[in-house]
C-alpha cells in the first residue's frame, strides 16, 4: 500500500518526495455516500487514458511505480499534458482504491490537473483501459488536505468495491517548500462502456 502523500506539482522539478502524515484536517467532513450505485468489479487491465469531460480534460496515461524511497513518482515535469497510475496497485475498475495522479503546473505553466479543485459530486471521470473498455468513475467528494494532515488510510486504504481517487497539489504555494497542500477526488465506479 502507498503511504505519504504524493505531491504531484512543480514544487522540485524532478523528484516529487511523498512524506508521511496522519489524520484529516480538523473540521474536514468525512466522505460522503455515494451519489450512484456501484457497478461491480473488472479484471485488471492496465489504464491507458483519462477523460474527464466536467474539466474538458483528455489526457494519454502512463505507468509510475515507487522510487527508492517507496515514495510515489510523478509524471515527467517535461509533459504536463501526462497523468500517472500507480501500477503496483489496483487497477482502475478492479476492486479497491486506484491511483491516478497529474501535475498542477509546471515551470512551464498549467497542467493537466490545474482545476482538479472545481470537480462537483456526480461529476464523470472516464478511464480507458487496455483490455479496451472504458471505466466509468462517479465523484463522490473533493477535498483538500493540509500537507501535515494528510488522512493516509483514508486516500489510499484498501476498499472492496472499485474507487478511484485523482490527486494533486494544492493550497498555497512556495518557491522553497512547494504546495501546503493536496487535493484528492474520492470516486467509484459506476458504469463500463465497451469499445
Known amino acids: 500500500m502507498v503511504t505519504g502523500i504524493v505531491r504531484a506539482c512543480s514544487d522540485t522539478p524532478t523528484d516529487m518526495p511523498v512524506t508521511t502524515a496522519h489524520g484529516a484536517d480538523a473540521g474536514t467532513p468525512a466522505v460522503p455516500k455515494p451519489v450512484r450505485a456501484s ?40 509533459n504536463p ?16 482504491t486506484a491511483l491516478i495522479v497529474g501535475h498542477r503546473d509546471t515551470r512551464t505553466g498549467p497542467a493537466i490537473f490545474l482545476n482538479l479543485n472545481a470537480l462537483d459530486p456526480g461529476d464523470t471521470v472516464n478511464v480507458v483501459r487496455a483490455d479496451r473498455r472504458t471505466a466509468v468513475f462517479t465523484v463522490d467528494a473533493v477535498r483538500t488536505y493540509k500537507k501535515e ?44 462502456k465497451e469499445a
Do not use: Q
Open 39 to 78: 457497478h461491480p468489479p473488472l479484471p485488471r487491465s492496465s489504464a491507458m487514458k483519462l477523460s474527464v469531460p466536467a474539466m474538458t480534460i483528455e489526457a494519454p496515461i502512463t505507468g509510475l511505480g515507487l522510487d527508492r524511497a517507496g515514495r510515489l513518482a510523478t509524471p515527467p515535469v517535461d
Open 149 to 192: 494532515a494528510f488522512p493516509d488510510a483514508e486516500v489510499y486504504g484498501k476498499t472492496r468495491r472499485p474507487e478511484l481517487r485523482l490527486l494533486t497539489c494544492g493550497g498555497k504555494f512556495d518557491r522553497k517548500t512547494g504546495y501546503t497542500a493536496n487535493v484528492v477526488v474520492f470516486a467509484h465506479l459506476t458504469d463500463v
Open 81 to 96: 499534458r501526462l497523468a500517472g497510475w500507480y501500477r503496483d496497485g489496483p487497477s482502475p475498475g478492479e476492486a479497491g
